[in-house]
C-alpha cells in the first residue's frame, strides 16, 4: 500500500513563499504520475501541478509562472515550490500518487496566505 504523507504548509503573507513536500512509503515514480491538488473551503478540489514517471510536468494556468513541481527519485519526495503567493491560493494542498489502476492521496497540508 502506497503511503504519502504532505509537510510544509503553514500561515504566510501574501507575496511570499512555501515549499510543500510529499515523501513517498515505496519507490513509485516510475509508476505513477505524481500531483499537486487542492480544495479551498467550498470548492471542488482542482489539480495545482503534475509530474509524470518521464518527467513531463504540467500546471494550472492559475498558477503557471509562480509554481514549480520536482522531484528527488533518491527520497522518494516530490516538492511543490510556491512562490507570489496570493490570498486565493489559500486551500488544503493534496499529495497525489495516480495512475488507470489506482490512486494514493495524502492527508492534506493546510495553506493560508493572509493578505
Known amino acids: 500500500q502506497v503511503q504519502l504523507v504532505e509537510s510544509g504548509g503553514g500561515l504566510v503573507q501574501a507575496g511570499g513563499s512555501l515549499r510543500l513536500s510529499c515523501a513517498a512509503s515505496?519507490?513509485?515514480?516510475?509508476?505513477?504520475?505524481m500531483g499537486w491538488y487542492r480544495q479551498a473551503p467550498g470548492k471542488q478540489r482542482e489539480m495545482v501541478a503534475t509530474?509524470?514517471?518521464?518527467?513531463?510536468?504540467d500546471y494550472a494556468d492559475i498558477v503557471k509562472g509562480r509554481f514549480t513541481i520536482s522531484r528527488d527519485s533518491a527520497k522518494n519526495t516530490v516538492y511543490l515550490r510556491m512562490n507570489s503567493l496570493k490570498p486565493e491560493d489559500t486551500a488544503v494542498y493534496y499529495c497525489?500518487?495516480?495512475?488507470?489502476?489506482?490512486?494514493?492521496w495524502g492527508q492534506g497540508t493546510q495553506v493560508t496566505v493572509s493578505s
Open positions: 497525489a500518487a495516480r495512475r488507470t489502476s489506482s490512486d494514493h
Open positions: 509530474i509524470t514517471s518521464g518527467g513531463s510536468t
Open positions: 515505496q519507490t513509485i515514480f516510475s509508476f505513477y504520475v
